[in-house]
């Protein structure tokens, strides 16, 4: 396998302007990083980028052909997906009004020393890390968009003689650039938790991403190819 510097930089880069462009996945990270910490916000970021693996094995594999040429299961998908940003959207409205930089903190601390068994049950602060990577990974699983996308992608940088080594190569590139993405909105979001140290703050910002997610929602069912 023989693959040189400037391709593979061409393609980390255009993967890397595709991930970490705002979206619902990257609005979900900002979110549990600013209400969980960054330590918890890790189970966030491996659904995310587990979807994201799965997403580019299938079109790697040709499956990404299907759903693109299919007019109805493509439509399943997308309203599936349209439908769970919803639900996150709603679960966020209804969601208590904690001053968010006392939640953050105490996530990172649960995560270090008071984390359940396996870290996957629920927590006097929040959700377990099987709920969050849970979470993250429907977000990112439910935009069928990102197959469309991996299955125009791939072609540009794989010939059919290519090996599988090479494909592992660009989804195990892929992989790193979804981790890293989510991780540093997750941070991002760390960082901006302590200006919601109000009831009224994190009640703003709860309001605020959950009409985000709920648009998020009906924008992707509503949208065309």
Not at 142 to 169: C, E, H, M, Y
């Amino acid at each position: 396998m023989s693959i040189s510097w400037n391709f593979l930089i061409v393609y980390t880069l255009t993967v890397l302007v595709a991930t970490i462009t705002p979206g619902p996945s990257m609005l979900l990270a900002l979110t549990h990083g600013v209400r969980y910490g960054v330590r918890r916000a890790l189970a966030s970021a491996l659904g995310n980028t587990a979807a994201s693996v799965l997403q580019a094995l299938v079109a790697v594999a040709g499956l990404g052909v299907v759903l693109a040429a299919s007019e109805d299961l493509f439509r399943v998908v997308r309203y599936a997906g349209a439908a769970y940003l919803v639900y996150v959207g709603v679960c966020m409205l209804r969601a208590s009004a904690v001053p968010l930089h006392a939640a953050a903190t105490a996530g990172d601390a649960d995560a270090t020393g008071n984390a359940s068994v396996g870290g996957t049950s629920e927590t006097p602060d929040g959700p377990g890390a099987r709920k969050l990577f849970s979470q993250a990974f429907f977000v990112a699983a439910g935009n069928p968009k990102a197959i469309v996308f991996f299955t125009a992608l791939f072609p540009q940088f794989l010939a059919p003689g290519d090996t599988l080594a090479r494909s592992a190569l660009l989804v195990a590139d892929l992989a790193v650039i979804a981790f890293l993405g989510m991780m540093l909105y997750a941070m991002a979001g760390a960082r901006i938790a302590a200006l919601l140290a109000t009831t009224r703050a994190a009640r703003w910002y709860n309001r605020t991403v959950g009409v985000a997610f709920i648009g998020s929602g009906a924008g992707l069912a509503l949208s065309d190819r």
